[in-house]
């Protein structure tokens, strides 16, 4: 197992297009985790998932983002009708679920132009 | 919001120990305490977790007050590869803005 792997690593869209990510957890880690981080800031977290439920969703989250995780295994988050505002690392993690530490992926660094 | 306070910078110099310190003083009696750190454009990185006892492992030490309310990493011999962002961070896995930590030549 290569670890916690993020698709794409970089993507450029214009205003007002949807994108979406993906995410592939560590094999059989039953919790997955994706957050935002701008410039200079901590990881921002949007959502996690216990297997398929989404048991979290940050309320700072708009309704532009979704995220699922069919099957309990990868992950994908899209956004509609993205804003300059989105431009953003959007990182991924996996766990176990227990008090176990989580592995981060590289993450997808998105700018709108 | 995150359970967890730290300090915005701090500096050590190269081959000295580096201590970070980290407050949670709402965190429950059963939440452990995560330390990661963030190499610029990488994803955060595992560092060590404890819930009561000081906690070892190859890479640091954490110290873990009685009362649970604060805790600090240590760095027993920072390199300059060790400079990073550091997070300290409870179950909840909520991030603050971590500690930017400066290792010195």
């Known amino acids: 197992d290569t670890g916690v792997s993020q698709d794409p690593r970089h993507k450029i869209t214009k205003r007002g297009q949807n994108v979406t990510f993906r995410c592939d957890p560590i094999s059989e880690h039953n919790r997955l985790y994706w957050y935002r981080q701008t410039l200079g800031q901590g990881p921002e977290f949007l959502t996690y998932f216990q297997n398929e439920a989404q048991l979290e969703k940050s309320r700072l989250l708009s309704d532009r983002f979704s995220a699922e995780r069919p099957k309990g295994s990868f992950s994908t988050l899209e956004i509609q009708r993205t804003e300059q505002g989105d431009s953003a690392m959007y990182l991924c993690a996996s766990s176990f679920e227990g008090f176990t530490e989580a592995f981060f992926g590289q993450g997808t660094r998105l700018t709108v132009v | 919001d995150a359970k967890t306070t730290q300090p915005t910078s701090m500096d050590c110099a190269e081959g000295r120990a580096a201590n970070l310190p980290c407050n949670h003083s709402t965190i429950s009696g059963n939440e452990y305490v995560y330390w990661y750190r963030q190499i610029h454009s990488q994803g955060p990185q595992y560092i060590i977790h404890g819930l009561k006892n000081n906690e070892t492992n190859e890479m640091a030490s954490l110290i873990i007050t009685e009362d649970r309310k604060s805790s600090t990493l240590i760095l027993p011999h920072a390199t300059l590869r060790d400079t990073a962002v550091y997070y300290c961070?409870?179950?909840?896995?909520?991030f603050g803005a971590g500690t930017r930590l400066t290792v010195k030549p």
């Open positions: 961070i409870a179950d909840d896995m909520r």
